[in-house]
């Protein structure tokens, strides 16, 4: 998570620090950690004023600091379950209404095949061409030179075998996203 500034927030702050809020509380309403809002409380010297100053200052009523921060926790908790409850509702509504569609679906499918005869499955073998193999391989820059190692089950290829095995001249054409390497033409590809 970026860190937000909280400078334009310093006020607010000072004036919730002065009512005894928590930090959690404080955090909750800016939307940004307690670790944060402690951090940007020590920076600017934000820490309460009955942790200053002596009896008698403003603040220092101990009990009221109390029912406030016990009042902050259960209004965080109080949000945190009413956004629990509403999530959960959602969710079971929106099971409802898959599983509502879904027995439609059903049920639709269930009469087309009550008034069809059932018809026999063919299989797929011999039909269109064999998915392309894909294999690693790794572009050195050597000390000699530059070089294409591939993964060695390419000889087990038969696209390999029959158009790229043994020495043959190509061209590479170098693009910012790939090398393209094409078999060069040469008199005998003609015939």
Do not use: C
């Amino acid at each position: 998570m970026a860190r937000r500034s909280l400078r334009p927030h310093l006020n607010q702050i000072r004036t919730w620090v002065r009512q005894g809020r928590t930090d959690a509380w404080i955090a909750h309403q800016l939307e940004v950690t307690v670790q944060q809002i402690e951090t940007f409380k020590r920076e600017n010297d934000l820490a309460p004023e009955a942790a200053d100053a002596g009896d008698g200052a403003p603040g220092a009523d101990f009990d009221d600091e109390i029912d406030l921060r016990a009042e902050d926790d259960a209004q965080i908790a109080a949000e945190l379950e009413a956004e629990q409850a509403r999530a959960a509702e959602e969710a079971a509504a929106a099971a409802a209404k898959a599983a509502e569609e879904a027995a439609a679906k059903a049920e639709a499918g269930k009469e087309e095949s009550e008034d069809e005869k059932p018809s026999r499955r063919r299989g797929r073998r011999g039909r269109g061409r064999k998915a392309k193999t894909v294999l690693e391989g790794t572009f050195d820059h050597g000390e000699e030179g530059y070089g294409l190692w591939l993964d060695p089950a390419v000889a087990e290829d038969p696209v390999y075998a029959e158009h790229w095995a043994g020495h043959r001249p190509v061209e590479v054409t170098v693009e910012p996203d790939r090398i393209v390497i094409r078999r060069a033409a040469t008199g005998d590809d003609e015939d």
